[in-house]
């Protein structure tokens, strides 16, 4: 086209100068293509130390707060068991050496070196070429807010070995900590937890921490990053660090307000989506009204980019969706949106074994006394929404609700029409007729869930029934 002619052109006349100005072009483009990319994906988010042990052996782990034996090799031994329910991409533990029990990673004391629990160097570049032959995208969690548990005595951090390289406790509570998540100044420049809180304003802290994640992507292959604790960090330093990484980029901001959320999408590329995961809990869980999800969509406008947020209803940071709402067709239409809904979905390892830990480490539990069972029910119906998930390419289509009230919501994606309930296995037969559609009349519409399941449009309508509390995906015959 005249910009490919009009390069060419400028490379006569100015040679050097217009390929530096055409390869940062590129680079612009390759950030929001990688972005895009992303958004066929669904993710399966796992603990390195829960998922798999390198001998297979599945003897439980009696202490969650400490190792339960986990590694690269178990992982890259049970891959079979995540692509079978269709996932094309992983999300795993960070993996630099930590402090003293540090089963989850975001304790770092050495930055250059991996964590011997997990395994070696080698088994994690193992673990990333073993996903990209199966067509599995890795994306790695990456802490930059915070170190270990050191108290004050850093000797020992590599390479983050003196006491400018953190905040002080100017402004903070009397343990050094975060005590008021209101005050901004006070959530960038303290301690989560009694955590070591990393100055990134120092030239040779915000350096090292750059040069750190540029040189793990490029070192291993990941496809993407989580960016642990974003509030807790100027955006500014992050706007540095997702060009350092060069990949997609979703960080966490473990917050259910809306436009503080979304105050941090370009400083990275998505967020976890937190807001809609609160509702997601409120409307399933606690079977309160379906038209919170209508208003939470209406407030997301606040975000620049709904599709390349993290969609979930389950992490290890929060008691499982079962640990407070035992029915499993609650949970298998919060599942249904997150998998058919706007947005990256990640899926919480141990969801497709009807795990229900509470709060954390009872949320992180091991994988292995399941015996990594493929014949579960919702071991099934993962696969099976997955599957309609790419095969009618969902993340294609704008999603369009189509009908809300307090116990009914229903959407389309393309021609796909998603018709929910949060009226629970004790609700008896729901009907609502639906005029708001894209179909025309005479147009046959089939239940994916559930064969011979058919309704006709007529006279610019149709009627959807559920009973039992569940969930239903038609499309055109």
Known sequence: GINAEYGVLMMRTAGYLCLLIVSTVLLHQSFAEIATQWKSRTIYQVLTDRFARTDGSTSPCNDLSNYCGGTFRGLINKLDYIT???????????VVTNTAKGYHGYWALNFETINAYFGTSSDLKALVSSCHSKGVWVMLDVVANHVGNVGYDYTNVVPFNLPQY???CNGCDSNCNINDWNNQPQVEHCR?????DLNQTNVFVN?????????MVSTYGFNGLRVDTVPEVPKSFWSSYKRAAGVYTVGEVFNGNVNYVAGYQGSLDGLISYPMYFTLRSVFGSKQSMYQI???LQAYSAFSDVTVLGTFIDNHDNPRFLNGQSDT???KNALAYVLMATGIPIIYYGTEQGFNGGSDPNCREALWPSNYNTNTDLYKWLTTLISIRKKYTVWSYNQVQRYADDSFYAFTRGNLFVALTNGGSGQGQIERTISYH????GTKLCNLLYSGDC??????????YLLHGEAKIFVPQ
Do not use: C, R
């Not at 989560?192 to 070591?196: F, I, R, T, V």
């Open 192 to 196: 989560l937890s009694g955590l070591a």
């Open 329 to 331: 067709w609650l949970y």
């Open 166 to 168: 953190y905040h002080d």
């Open 455 to 464: 309704v006709t449009v007529s006279g610019g309508k149709f009627n959807v």
């Open 84 to 94: 079978g329910m269709g996932f094309d991409a992983i999300w795993i533990s960070p």
């Open 207 to 215: 350096q090292k921490l750059l040069e750190w994640v540029s040189s």
């Open 438 to 441: 894209p179909y025309a009349d």
């Open 294 to 296: 209508q208003n939470q």
